[in-house]
């Protein structure tokens, strides 16, 4: 880019200069070379369509969590936490081995046992996360939620989280239960069914604090 002095003034395109007026100064620089038409279509341009067309997807799909539990982000107060989580969906995305490189997905990446580790490790704020040895288990009419011992919590809320990844939809239902003492096991009701796609999020929560939050 660079200023010129003229008693004509221009503005536009003459061959590879663009001229153009900006804050007074007389301005010209050349073209760019960027062309939509090759970007689409060119080579050269191939691995660019892949990472842009995975870093959406990755994108699309942590909103859609996100969306789900944003009273619970709000409370991590993490200014950080929207771009640890699109790298977190990229990271699960990435151990996606059934597509080739463009085409890889977060909901295939979240079938490796890899992929739910990286779920549940990650982390909202300073809140402490849940680990291996909490769990969800299936039953025939309900799930059963199977906390650690170790934590001493008086109250869990359950959010149940549907995802349909081909037409990038959320839905939510949030169950909030209170805990007998040292209460481990902890019964909610199914509300989707086998075929939907669930993750959940729990916060367990001792004398009306959150003690832990995340995936489970």
Same mark, same amino acid.
């Given at each position: 880019? +660079?200023?010129?002095?003229?008693?004509?003034?221009?503005?536009?395109?003459?061959?590879?200069?663009?001229?153009?007026?900006?804050?007074?100064?007389?301005?010209?620089?050349?073209?760019?070379? !960027?062309?939509?038409?090759?970007?689409?279509?060119?080579?050269?341009?191939?691995?660019?369509?892949?990472?842009? $067309?995975?870093?959406? *997807?990755?994108?699309?799909?942590?909103?859609?969590?996100?969306?789900?539990? $944003?009273?619970?982000?709000?409370?991590?107060?993490?200014?950080?936490?929207? /771009?640890?989580?699109?790298?977190?969906?990229?990271?699960?995305?990435?151990?996606?081995?059934? *597509?080739?490189?463009?085409?890889?997905?977060?909901?295939?990446?979240?079938?490796?046992?890899?992929?739910?580790?990286?779920? /549940?490790?990650?982390?909202?704020?300073?809140?402490?996360?849940? *680990?291996?040895?909490?769990?969800?288990?299936?039953?025939?009419?309900?799930?059963?939620?199977?906390?650690?011992?170790?934590?001493?919590?008086?109250?869990? +809320?359950?959010?149940?989280?549907?995802?349909?990844?081909? &037409? &990038?939809?959320?839905?939510?239902?949030?169950?909030?239960?209170?805990?007998?003492?040292? /209460?481990?096991?902890?019964?909610?009701?199914?509300? !989707?069914?086998?075929?939907?796609?669930?993750? *959940? !999020?729990?916060?367990?929560?001792?004398? $009306?604090?959150?003690?832990?939050?995340? !995936?489970?």
């Amino acid at each position: 880019m +660079a200023t010129y002095e003229s008693f004509i003034k221009l503005n536009g395109a003459i061959g590879d200069l663009v001229f153009y007026n900006l804050n007074g100064k007389n301005i010209v620089r050349k073209k760019s070379g !960027f062309n939509k038409t090759a970007y689409k279509k060119s080579p050269t341009y191939e691995k660019v369509r892949q990472n842009s $067309s995975e870093f959406g *997807h990755c994108s699309k799909v942590g909103k859609l969590i996100r969306s789900c539990i $944003s009273k619970y982000i709000e409370l991590a107060e993490d200014a950080l936490l929207y /771009q640890r989580f699109a790298k977190i969906m990229t990271e699960i995305k990435d151990l996606d081995s059934e *597509h080739e490189k463009g085409k890889r997905t977060v909901k295939s990446g979240l079938k490796t046992q890899d992929g739910k580790v990286l779920l /549940q490790n990650f982390q909202f704020g300073n809140f402490p996360c849940f *680990h291996q040895e909490t769990q969800i288990l299936l039953g025939l009419w309900d799930k059963s939620l199977h906390l650690d011992k170790s934590i001493i919590a008086d109250e869990v +809320a359950i959010v149940s989280i549907k995802i349909d990844f081909e &037409n &990038n939809l959320s839905e939510y239902f949030e169950e909030k239960i209170k805990l007998a003492e040292n /209460q481990s096991e902890i019964v909610f009701e199914n509300r !989707f069914s086998e075929e939907d796609y669930v993750i *959940h !999020f729990v916060a367990a929560k001792k004398d $009306s604090q959150i003690i832990k939050m995340g !995936f489970v």
